[in-house]
């Protein structure tokens, strides 16, 4: 520690950040029904990011419900806080030059709006995972579609409770036509247009 | 786009992250008086930090009060509830193998042990930047302290709440007889001692 450098008084901006990581923070925001695919297509995009040495990183249910969120309810009140929260949290990660994928159904385009605002517009991918609601219940993966029906979940989006379909995302997946690897391939067109200064 | 590596169906690990940027992620969670340093020694130490380049976060009041935490007030439960989420953040960035400096009064045991547990032991560095009580009142940077002696704010740290000092920080810094550029040679010391398989 013999060689400190000269010491700056000021936080390290996102500008200097970004020039270290070699990349360009933004916010990619996946909405679509339960059962859509967002986070399977997350999960590649973040793995194909990542193989080509992008630092990203996924806030989806798993990490943001059983921790930031585990205090909120399912209530429309609580949904909304949830939303702005996970979009405050995406905003600190982006500003730090990091890709940053939220996979959450934000059922309304008034949430996707709050979470645009708060991230910033230039940040603001809005990916719109457009799967018809009979083949996500089809699928039911998780067998949620099934107690939704029965009635042992209340405000199931899609049954009991509205998705607002995006009228002018960014970008639109449709899964039933589309592989995984094209998904990807179109995400990635993505951070090739915008991020043009950078060689990875 | 022709040479998409084979997509992997798991999010990105911790490991694999931290490989990525050739570094460990952990929490430096700084906590003292209002006037105590704080933000000048995380600012230095992010500085220096950055110019050996290591990927690093500041969360203080000035980005987490005016963003996730900005619905907020001071009551107690309130307190607990931001240090709370912000532990929950520093969690999310450190397991992106991210150094996060966290600048709080956080003025009891109890919320700093709350962080400790959040965010996991072996991650937490709680750095005292102990500036006794007398100094921080004189240096009055902000005009608070003179502001809450005119009752202007209530529950003020150290004037009408109480500071619990911690009796087992892993770090003390005493600032009145250390300049900057030593307490920032003593935070370092650690990142080198805890992160002995990075050459940067």
């Given at each position: ?92 990660f982006c500003q730090n030059g990091i890709i940053t994928i939220c996979s959450f159904i ?40 099934a107690r939704a029906r029965k009635g042992e979940i209340k405000g199931f989006t899609g049954?009991?409770?509205?998705f607002e379909a995006p009228d002018h995302a960014e970008i639109r997946i449709t899964t ?25």
């Open positions: 520690m013999n060689n400190l450098h000269p010491i700056h008084d000021s936080l390290v901006s996102r500008q200097e950040k970004e020039n270290l990581l070699a990349q360009r923070g933004m916010v990619f925001w996946f909405t679509g029904l339960s059962g859509s695919g967002k986070s399977t297509i997350a999960t590649a995009f973040q793995r194909t990011l990542y193989e080509y040495g992008y630092v990203v990183e996924v806030l989806d249910g798993d990490n943001i419900r059983t921790g930031l969120n585990n205090n909120l309810s399912f209530t429309e009140a609580d949904r909304a806080e949830n939303i702005r929260r996970i979009a405050e949290v995406a905003k600190l934000s059922p309304t385009i008034a949430m996707r709006e709050q979470a645009r605002n708060i991230i910033g517009p230039d940040d603001f991918i809005e990916v719109f995972v457009d799967t018809p609601f009979e083949i996500c219940e089809q699928r039911d993966v998780k067998g949620l579609y049954i009991d409770s509205p039933v036509d589309t592989q995984i690897k094209d998904a990807v391939a179109k995400l990635m067109l993505t951070i090739q247009t915008r991020i043009t200064r950078i060689n990875k």
